[in-house]
């Protein structure tokens, strides 16, 4: 037998067919019918674990298809509409996917700083129109009455004219001062200010001033402190006598102006506080922008909008920071902030910062 191979053979007795064999392996005499049971059972078992196992891979790969296509698809309709000029739209639906969740705040952030620039920009084209035409306005109608006799022309009205040329001259003269800033590549301050000396001068110009519009103005400082900080001296004189000369518009009649200096271990502080009628809190954060008025009562208040703007820009340059805090009917308070020189020239008690 160990000569045949698997499968059926002839039974030759001498050279007759007497009968066939057949050599191989039959599974019902080697497996009983509990193991054919068991081998049938756990086949199906595999089979419906891979049809059960495809079935909830098809519902679970849906679900966060579905967690990840709705919010996208929401954030990209929001972002359409931004670009499209709705900057009030807004993304809602939020989501336990940190990313998309982080993605979701960041389009709501820029549809609010798109909401309040455009906001900005309206208001500066009509306040840019306002300023421009009021003085033109102005000049017209007087040219116009003079012109057909209306009114007699006398030294007193042209002079009042010229004021209005100087004032609309004032304007574009400010907006070419802000053009510069903005355009210009400014190199840093390298020279040491003395910052007593520089108040000291602005308080003695502006005294008169102050006592004849009937305000109490003071200065204050520490006598021992020296107050002297890296930076241009023309342009920090410039951005005092801006702050204090809106402290001077905004601040009624026996109210009290405060050009005071302080100084800790880093910092020197040069600040500019009035009792005057304040800002809104809602204000605030606008106050810097090109044209912004607080509202629209104060128009009557002469001045361009552009002197805070002015402020802001040199004190950038200048590497220090301007803070305002205000109350309606309180007062305002401007704070200038330079970090203090790592090393000084000892510079002698008498010594005026050079101008």
């Not at 003695?204 to 002297?228: A, M, P, V, W």
Request: contains cysteine; hydrophobic residues 40%; glycine residues 6%.
């Amino acid at each position: 037998i160990e000569q045949f191979s698997f499968g059926t053979h002839d039974v030759i007795v001498d050279g007759d067919v007497v009968g066939y064999i057949t050599i191989g392996q039959f599974t019902p005499l080697l497996i009983s019918k509990n193991e054919e049971q068991f081998v049938f059972s756990l086949t199906i078992s595999v089979l419906a674990s891979a049809v059960i196992g495809s079935v909830l891979i098809f519902l679970l790969s849906i679900f966060l298809s579905k967690q990840l296509s709705e919010p996208i698809s929401s954030i990209a309709s929001t972002s359409y509409l931004l670009s499209n000029g709705n900057f009030k739209a807004r993304e809602n639906i939020s989501t336990d996917i940190a990313e998309i969740e982080k993605l979701r705040l960041s389009i709501n952030i820029l549809g609010e700083k798109l909401d309040q620039q455009d906001t900005l920009r309206r208001r500066l084209i009509s306040d840019i129109s306002h300023e421009l035409r009021n003085p033109l306005n102005v000049l017209q109608m007087n040219l116009e009455a003079m012109i057909d006799g209306v009114v007699p022309t006398t030294p007193e009205r042209l002079s009042s004219l010229n004021n209005e040329v100087i004032r609309f001259g004032n304007l574009l003269g400010n907006l070419n001062v802000l053009k510069e800033f903005e355009s210009a590549t400014i190199s840093p301050p390298n020279k040491e200010v003395n910052l007593k000396s520089l108040c000291q001068d602005i308080y003695n110009n502006f005294l008169g001033i102050t006592q004849e519009k009937k305000l109490n103005f003071s200065f204050e400082f520490y006598r021992k402190d020296q107050y002297i900080i890296i930076g241009d001296y023309h342009s920090l004189y410039q951005v005092v006598i801006n702050l204090i000369h809106n402290a001077i518009k905004f601040t009624p009649e026996g109210g009290r102006i405060f050009l005071t200096l302080k100084k800790d271990l880093k910092f020197t502080y040069l600040e500019v506080r009035d009792t005057g009628m304040g800002i809104p809190a809602e204000d605030l954060p606008n106050i810097f922008e090109r044209f912004y008025r607080v509202d629209r009562s104060r128009e009557q208040i002469e001045g361009s909008g552009i002197g805070l703007t002015i402020v802001k820009r040199i004190m950038d340059s200048q590497g220090g920071t301007i803070l305002v805090t205000s109350a309606e009917n309180r007062g305002t308070t401007f704070t200038l902030k330079f970090r203090n020189p790592l090393v000084t020239t000892g510079l002698p008690k008498n010594l005026k910062a050079k101008k």
